[in-house]
């Protein structure tokens, strides 16, 4: 989809509500969720997707889990084209668009960030490129604008201020409305601690107002 199309609020808010359950629901209340998600037309291959994106952002538990839940419901697919495994190939391909992907989103700070991450962590650095950004974040598989909102959502239930304002800002830079954006945190936020409320909602009027001046 163009990044200059409108989202679908509603679907793009469904996504974020997956992401949420599969980091912080129950087993019971993961399974509702997906099935409510199947039931109302969303694509099983969309789901996988964004039970990936929390991979990368809660870690292979919470991908696992969220994985074996929906092959409870729906059948896993038979990857033939080998398109998700690693060879050569795949990983240069992964590094090209996984760093198209990561400038967009981190825009003119890009190179700086690649600099800090190499002093303090590089041996996530190539990971963050190559698996990240190039094998799962930038999968045609799910719209990269509703992938970097369920991201989003899932920074916010994580309580990462930090990256929440890197990933706001690059939904933002995407081509995500502010109004979506907005949208996303009021229906994420009502399951954290009210006393974090505050904080996490500068946040996110901070990623709007300096991509409004920019």
């Given at each position: 989809?163009?990044?200059?199309?409108?989202?679908?609020?509603?679907?793009a808010?469904?996504?974020?509500?997956?992401?949420?359950?599969?980091?912080?629901?129950?087993?019971?209340?993961?399974?509702?969720?997906?099935?409510?998600?199947?039931?109302?037309?969303?694509?099983?291959?969309?789901?996988?997707?964004?039970?990936?994106?929390?991979?990368?952002?809660?870690?292979?538990p919470?991908?696992?889990?969220?994985?074996?839940?929906?092959?409870?419901?729906?059948?896993s697919?038979?990857?033939?084209?080998?398109?998700?495994?690693?060879?050569?190939?795949?990983?240069?391909?992964?590094?090209?668009?996984?760093?198209?992907?990561c400038?967009?989103?981190?825009?003119?700070?890009?190179?700086?960030?690649?600099?800090?991450?190499?002093?303090?962590?590089?041996?996530?650095?190539?990971?963050?490129?190559?698996?990240?950004?190039?094998?799962?974040?930038?999968?045609?598989?799910?719209?990269v604008?509703?992938?970097?909102?369920?991201?989003?959502?899932i920074?916010?239930?994580?309580?990462?201020p930090?990256?929440?304002?890197?990933?706001?800002?690059?939904?933002l830079?995407?081509?995500?409305?502010a109004e979506?954006?907005?949208?996303?945190?009021?229906?994420?936020?009502?399951?954290?601690?009210?006393?974090?409320?505050?904080?996490?909602?500068?946040?996110?009027?901070?990623?709007?107002?300096t991509?409004s001046?920019?």
């Amino acid at each position: 989809m163009p990044e200059n199309q409108n989202l679908n609020a509603s679907t793009a808010l469904k996504y974020c509500n997956i992401a949420v359950e599969i980091c912080i629901g129950t087993e019971e209340s993961i399974l509702k969720t997906l099935s409510v998600a199947l039931q109302s037309g969303i694509d099983t291959q969309a789901i996988r997707e964004v039970i990936m994106t929390g991979y990368l952002f809660d870690g292979y538990p919470t991908a696992l889990e969220g994985l074996r839940l929906l092959d409870e419901l729906v059948p896993s697919p038979q990857m033939a084209d080998g398109a998700s495994f690693y060879s050569p190939e795949n990983v240069i391909y992964w590094r090209e668009r996984g760093e198209t992907l990561c400038q967009k989103i981190y825009g003119p700070q890009f190179s700086a960030l690649m600099r800090r991450v190499e002093t303090f962590a590089p041996e996530l650095r190539d990971a963050m490129i190559v698996e990240g950004y190039g094998k799962v974040l930038s999968s045609p598989l799910l719209d990269v604008r509703n992938r970097e909102l369920c991201v989003v959502a899932i920074l916010i239930v994580k309580n990462r201020p930090r990256q929440l304002l890197s990933h706001a800002l690059g939904s933002l830079r995407l081509g995500v409305s502010a109004e979506l954006l907005q949208q996303v945190f009021d229906e994420v936020i009502i399951r954290m601690d009210p006393s974090r409320k505050a904080l996490l909602e500068a946040v996110i009027s901070r990623a709007i107002q300096t991509e409004s001046m920019s």
